[in-house]
């Protein structure tokens, strides 16, 4: 199974919605076309700052539709699956793979406390159901309350054949770390989920990240990728330190609220988030967020 595709930054592409939670086409296309010509390698619709918590099917599908259309080949594009339900995930990846998706990424479920039998048995259905298809498993403990361990990662990815990858949000570079060491025998792909710890990832084997800031600073975060390839360390070291209080100072606002307000802070338009999200109002948490992004040369 061909992964060559699966390296550098992948934006986790947030969908702009109108005042009735339908996508809106034209700033969808817009902002498509705005990652791909600011140099990011991929994009995952319907990642966690995607909203893919909120978004009903069918607008999910007519999303993906216009993204790949979009994209038009020039990059790959990922498919986030988020659902509890192992049935209602294998009908998104069936659906995402019909459109044309190269790749699904799979995130542990939420609100569940499942056994490893039950977590393996999910990862596995889902995977089986799009065997032509490669497989990313999401690793986010922060969001569902409970993490995938190492030896659990290196299973599926000796188990299951498509499963050929993972993005670990855990912000635990030994995990991370771990992951690739244990896999590294069958190229698995690890991305590193964590935009502040992009160029900690790449230094300890992974492919690349699934960076929020690609959607509002695209260079600068594809910067700390291209000048590690590249072999300049100390350029791409500054380049995460430059980012890095931009994206700490999403912190202030509701998750996830801060991509969108990022967008407009620079002139841009994406919508709004959904419901019972809320634009961020004037006052000091949106001023900390254009101080940081002044400092940095974005606005």
């Known amino acids: 199974m061909n992964t060559e595709f699966m390296k550098g930054v992948v ?140 030896a659990f990662v290196d299973r599926l990815a ?24 244990r896999t590294r025998d069958i190229d698995f792909k690890v991305f590193g989920g964590k935009d502040t710890l992009l160029y900690a990832s790449l230094c300890v084997g992974a492919a690349g990240g699934v960076c929020t800031a690609g959607n509002f600073m695209p260079e600068l975060i594809g910067d700390v990728y291209e000048k590690f390839a590249a072999g300049d360390l100390k350029g791409s070291l500054e380049a995460q330190f430059k980012l890095n209080p931009v994206r700490l100072s999403m912190d202030l606002v509701p998750f996830p609220n801060a991509a969108k307000d990022m967008i407009r802070l620079e002139g841009r338009e994406a919508g709004v988030p959904y419901l019972p999200g809320l634009p961020t109002e004037e006052g000091p948490q949106l001023e900390a967020m254009r101080k940081a992004m002044k400092e940095a040369g974005l606005i």
């Open 158 to 181: 000796h188990e299951v054949p498509n499963i050929v990858g993972m993005k670990d949000t855990s912000g635990d570079i030994t995990l991370t770390e771990e992951c690739i060491r």
């Open 11 to 150: 934006v986790p592409i947030v969908t702009p919605i109108d005042e009735n939670e339908k996508v809106d086409e034209k700033l969808m296309r817009e902002q498509t076309e705005y990652v791909i010509s600011h140099g990011m390698h991929g994009i995952l619709a319907f990642g966690s700052n995607g909203e893919f918590f909120q978004a009903e099917e069918d607008e999910m599908e007519r999303t993906l539709e216009i993204i790949i259309d979009q994209t038009n080949k020039r990059v790959p594009v990922y498919f986030g699956i988020g659902a509890i339900n192992t049935k209602k995930c294998i009908r998104l990846a069936k659906m995402a793979v019909s459109k044309g998706a190269d790749a699904v990424s799979i995130l542990q479920p939420m609100f569940l406390k499942p056994s490893e039998r039950e977590l393996f048995n999910h990862f596995k259905a889902i995977a089986e159901a799009v065997p032509e298809t490669p497989v990313l498993i999401y690793n986010n403990p922060g969001r569902v309350g409970y993490g995938l361990t190492a």
